[in-house]
């Protein structure tokens, strides 16, 4: 059985993917809406992965044997001024979301909840990740600074395999 204090921080958390996924796809629009169809592939798969953040802590409060409380989701930003400044603040957003999974763990320390703290060492490593690759992006944006380098990097980030596919519009 799960602790109120965990339960109710861990349905924040959902919150807080469901925002990431929202945001991503936001970004996602707005880098289409600037003809760099590859970038905007890139970062509805990052909304994607959000959404399976999300329902992956959603699943484990139930199995857990605890209720998920779900709230609004607060309205994401829709455009920036150019690809570089949505990579920087995606990039900000996961040192964000790292802070909140660390003190998820302080908090399942501290409540000598074991399981969850174990559960959470996903998302710990996770991070590392989420973070390395947004980072990994900003630089190569900075370096390309738009022209031809700017297209082929777009070519490159179209190739990102897709955690899921929908039929297409029609289908
Ligand atoms: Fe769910 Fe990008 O952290």
Do not use: C
């Not at 965990?6 to 958390?13: D, G, I, R």
């Not at 807080?16 to 905007?40: R, T, V």
């Not at 990039?91 to 501290?110: C, F, P, Q, R, S």
């Not at 370096?143 to 777009?154: A, H, P, R, T």
């Amino acid at each position: 059985m799960l602790n109120k204090k965990v339960e109710k921080a861990l349905s924040l958390q959902v919150n807080a993917e469901l925002y990431s996924s929202y945001l991503y796809l936001s970004m996602s629009a707005d880098l289409d809406s600037k003809s760099l169809p590859g970038f905007a592939h890139w970062m509805k798969i990052q909304a994607q992965e959000e959404l399976y953040h999300a329902i992956k802590i959603y699943d484990y409060v139930l199995e857990r044997g605890g209720s998920v409380t779900l709230d609004t989701i607060e309205k994401p930003q829709t455009s920036w001024k150019d690809p570089l400044a949505i990579f920087k603040a995606a990039y900000k957003h996961e040192t964000k979301v790292t802070g909140m999974i660390n003190k998820l763990v302080d908090l399942a320390i501290k409540e000598k909840d074991h399981a969850t703290n174990n559960f959470l060492q996903w998302f710990v490593e996770e991070q590392v990740e989420e973070e390395a690759s947004a980072d990994e992006i900003v630089q190569q944006l900075a370096l390309v600074k738009g022209g031809s380098g700017l297209f082929m990097l777009d070519k490159e980030m179209g190739a990102r395999a897709p955690l899921f596919t929908f039929p297409a519009p029609g289908d």
